[in-house]
């Protein structure tokens, strides 16, 4: 089992739509979970961190549930610039991120 | 500021050649990382240096990788003895220190071994 799954998507949506994505991690001692965006033959640059209260940036919303190790990515309004991959990320404690292998949006008019 | 730049962009090698990877880190950042992300997947860990120091290198795949921060600054990466499965994009971030700090990025080296 991959330590961080995502649905690869692609989720093809409207302008304006919502859209969420999921995302689950295998170890229980991960300490701090993030979502990165990667738009094509980029680099990953950080969208939000993560934190259990939830959290929200515009129109930008993140949840964490440590007991089912489960994290998610709501986007409401979704607009074009918004199409990229999107991708989960938790860092154990350590030093090292572990990516989830993303899940692509594309939005489209 | 100037963020963390790679190079060189994209590197052609043939199968048993030696190449060397470099990384710019932001400056001030004492923490240094390097990933490699091939098609369709997400970044993969392999070192994180802390000051001159390699401090986890468990991401490393086999020996014929190595990676170098004498200063403190500027990381090298050396991939000896080139395969094919080699080729990916090298992903180089670094943070203010390390821990929980952000990670932030360069563009990468897209190596390529015929």
């Known amino acids: 089992r991959k330590e961080v799954e995502q649905d690869p998507g692609p989720f093809n949506v409207p302008e304006g739509a919502t859209v969420a994505f999921n995302c689950t991690y295998s170890?229980?001692?991960?300490?701090?979970f993030f979502w990165y965006r990667q738009d094509c033959r980029k680099e990953p640059k950080l969208l939000m961190s993560v934190y259990s209260s939830g959290n929200e940036d515009g129109r930008f919303t993140a949840q964490l549930n440590r007991a089912s190790q489960y994290i998610s990515l709501l986007i409401r309004d979704s607009k074009l610039s918004d199409s990229a991959t999107y991708l989960c990320v938790v860092n154990l404690g350590g030093n090292k991120l572990v990516f989830g292998a993303g899940t692509i949006l594309r939005v489209k008019s | 500021g100037a963020g963390v730049s790679q190079t060189p962009s994209n590197k052609v090698t043939e199968k048993g050649k030696y190449v060397e990877l470099r990384c710019d880190p932001i400056?001030?950042?004492?923490?240094l990382y390097w990933y490699r992300q091939s098609l369709g997947q997400g970044p993969e860990f392999l070192i994180y240096?802390?000051?001159?120091?390699?401090?986890?290198d468990s991401g490393l795949p086999n020996d014929r990788f190595f990676a170098v921060r004498p200063e403190g600054s500027v990381s090298t990466l050396k991939i000896q003895r080139t395969e094919r499965g080699d080729s990916a994009v090298y992903l180089c971030?670094?943070?203010?220190?390390?821990?929980?700090?952000?990670?932030?990025f360069g563009p990468g080296t897209r190596l390529t071994v015929l």
């Open positions: 170890n229980s001692a991960s300490q701090s």
């Open positions: 240096f802390q000051g001159t120091g390699a401090a986890d």
């Open positions: 971030a670094s943070s203010l220190g390390g821990g929980l700090t952000t990670q932030y």
């Open positions: 400056s001030g950042h004492t923490a």
